[in-house]
């Protein structure tokens, strides 16, 4: 069964966070590509009132988009007991707010948050897990799955994601024993961010995959991932390590489909593109629809 393809304006998000692009000029600049849905970003939204969000969906729905995931950035390690509470809270209304926009079946993402240097490893492992159990009763009750990404930094925080790693990344994963509300949102460029192998981590996860990010990263020339590799054996968001069009650059996306494909994936892909402007993001669509045909007949 062919993929279902959805586009994130990873090229907007300031613009559109920072309301100097109002979320609905972008879902009108998006009828122009050829993707079935419009990922959205907690940061999009101007209001949580209930007529705010149904504008927003009918927009999406207008355009002949479904809105498939809503990426949301909790931050459930912070030192802060109230801090950690508020973040608990937070996703809980973006729970709701994802059912209202995308309906039954929606991902809402969950993060671990940020790796603050007093935080130990057991603790924010046990704050995390606390955090996803107590949230997945409100899940099931909307009819939402959270998708925890292999995630690398959000852009307003201080320290990056606290689970960045491979190893930290599948302990939260495989503590959490439900399959039916609760899964990885997996992205391949950030398990290269964080210094592991995409390939690798995806086989790990797999059969737990709901959702999936397809963007690519290219290293400037003369530049090798190894000179990028910092001491904590992470890479960071260096100007040395670009993005551009998906399926030119240093993710093997043959690879990656087949074992999508071996597990019988039938969750959205999303691109994560555009930075270099609409036509590379129209490009990158192409190219998952040429993957769609060829592993997902």
């Known amino acids: 069964m062919p993929l279902k393809i959805s586009a994130f304006p990873k090229c907007y998000i300031d613009e559109i966070s920072s309301g100097r692009m109002p979320v609905f000029e972008w879902i009108r600049l998006a009828r122009s590509l050829d993707a079935d849905g419009l990922e959205m970003y907690e940061g999009f939204l101007t209001s949580l009132d209930a007529a705010y969000l149904d504008s927003l969906a009918e ?12 990426c949301c950035s909790p931050d459930f390690t912070a030192p802060d007991e109230d801090q950690r509470k508020r973040a608990i809270e ?8 994802a059912a209202r926009l995308g309906g039954p079946g929606t991902v809402c993402r969950v993060l671990s948050g940020q790796r603050y ?4 490893w057991e603790q924010g492992r046990d704050w995390v897990i606390q955090a996803i159990e107590f949230l997945l009763p409100h899940a099931r009750e909307h009819e939402v799955i959270l998708g925890m990404e292999n995630h690398y930094k959000d ?31 997996y992205d391949p460029s950030n398990a290269i961010v964080a210094g592991d192998d ?3 981590l995806l086989r790990e996860v797999a059969d737990r995959v709901v959702s999936m990010h397809a963007s690519d990263r290219y290293l400037a020339e003369g530049t090798t991932l190894d000179e990028l590799r910092q001491s904590d054996g992470t890479l960071g968001y260096s100007a040395d390590l670009r993005h551009g069009v998906t399926g030119k650059g240093l993710n093997d996306y043959d690879a990656i489909f087949r074992i999508l494909a071996e597990h ?12 270099n402007g609409m036509e590379e993001m129209a ?10 045909d060829r592993y997902f007949p």
Not at 59 to 70: C, E, K, N, V
Not at 117 to 120: A, H, K, L, R
Not at 283 to 292: N, Q
């Open 59 to 70: 927009a999406i729905d207008a355009a002949g988009f479904a809105m498939p995931m809503l």
């Open 90 to 97: 937070r996703e809980a209304q973006m729970i709701e707010v």
């Open 117 to 120: 240097p007093e935080v130990s």
């Open 155 to 185: 852009g307003f925080w201080k320290y990056p994601e606290f689970a960045q790693k491979r190893e930290r990344f599948v302990a939260i994963v495989n503590a959490i024993s439900d399959r039916t509300h609760f899964g990885v949102q």
């Open 198 to 200: 995409p390939v690798d």
């Open 264 to 275: 019988g994936y039938s969750g959205w892909v999303s691109i994560e593109d555009g930075m």
């Open 283 to 292: 490009e990158s669509l192409a190219f998952l629809r040429r993957m769609s």
